[in-house]
């Protein structure tokens, strides 16, 4: 495949917290114009993996190219291509919405007058949350303001955390259709998510980390018809349907994590 399709590449990543090993070996790609989905069981290491991309924790071994640029050796370029959707906490609860806009495009070099705000905010049905305060909006807004945030710069690589944790079904429905809307105008996307109906969803393609190691990577669909025989896939699905979820607790075991 031609490597210039790769906007993120990761290979034998490894993150340790003293003597524990967080993230071992961990190796994938995200294409151009795909969402793809990083999956995994509480503290199986996706923050550290997605903070590891961030330049925001420093990494033991490996190596980590987002748009051809090395973390490590050319870390400006490379986060110059990333846009990070921030929790709701990160935004100062003060500042309204038109604010928080031209304070993040001034960070990111964008220009950004009152119009090119109202017009923004119309393409994402929140044209009259200009003037209300960012802690005033409900949390679809919210997300859907803090995802607006992490394009702002039209950056290749979009790392999106959780993004549709605590949302209700249309607020999710309509975060999904942004999300694709910035795969299809050819972004790579990468998310985490507990979700399983949403990997199911809206990623083209998934990888399952456990214990800090890639455990699985595939479409959903391949993923589920690869494992729908197997015998703890069988056991552990409901109503006859075998689901991707099905096939996550299948592959990473029932037990809850600590
Ligand atoms: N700063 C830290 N110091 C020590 N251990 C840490 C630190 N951060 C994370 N860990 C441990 O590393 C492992 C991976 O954590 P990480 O947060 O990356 O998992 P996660 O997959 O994002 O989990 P969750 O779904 O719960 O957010 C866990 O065992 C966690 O307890």
């Not at 995994?40 to 997605?50: E, I, R, Y």
């Not at 997300?143 to 039209?154: A, M």
Request: glycine residues 8%.
């Amino acid at each position: 495949m031609d490597t210039s399709q790769y906007i993120l590449n990761i290979q034998g990543l490894a993150v340790n917290y003293g003597d524990f090993q967080a993230v071992k070996n961990v190796g994938f790609d995200v294409l151009e114009g795909e969402i793809f989905g990083l999956l995994g069981p509480n503290g199986a290491g996706k923050t550290s993996t997605l903070s590891a991309i961030e330049g925001l924790l420093k990494f033991n071994s490996g190596t980590i190219v987002v748009n051809g640029y090395d973390i490590t050796r050319k870390p400006l370029h490379a986060k110059a291509s990333m846009g990070v959707q921030l929790q709701s906490t990160s935004f100062q609860p003060e500042l309204n919405v038109m604010q928080i806009l031209q304070l993040f495009a001034g960070i990111y070099g964008v220009p950004m007058n009152k119009q090119r705000v109202k017009e923004i905010l119309n393409e994402i049905n929140l044209e009259d949350a200009a003037n209300k305060k960012f802690s005033k909006l409900s949390g679809g807004q919210q997300q859907r303001v803090s995802l607006l945030i992490s394009t702002i710069h039209n950056p290749k690589l979009v790392l999106l955390d959780e993004p549709t944790t605590g949302l209700d079904p249309q607020s999710r429905r309509q975060l999904w259709e942004r999300i694709e809307a910035i795969r299809d105008r050819g972004h790579a996307v990468l998310i985490t998510t507990h979700s399983m109906e949403e990997a199911e969803a809206v990623c083209d393609r998934i990888a399952i980390i456990d214990h800090g190691q890639i455990i699985a990577v595939n479409t959903p669909q391949a993923l589920i018809d690869k494992h729908r025989d197997d015998p703890e896939v069988i056991a552990v699905s409901r109503r006859g349907k075998v689901t991707l979820e099905d096939v996550f607790i299948a592959l990473t075991g029932k037990a809850v994590r600590a």
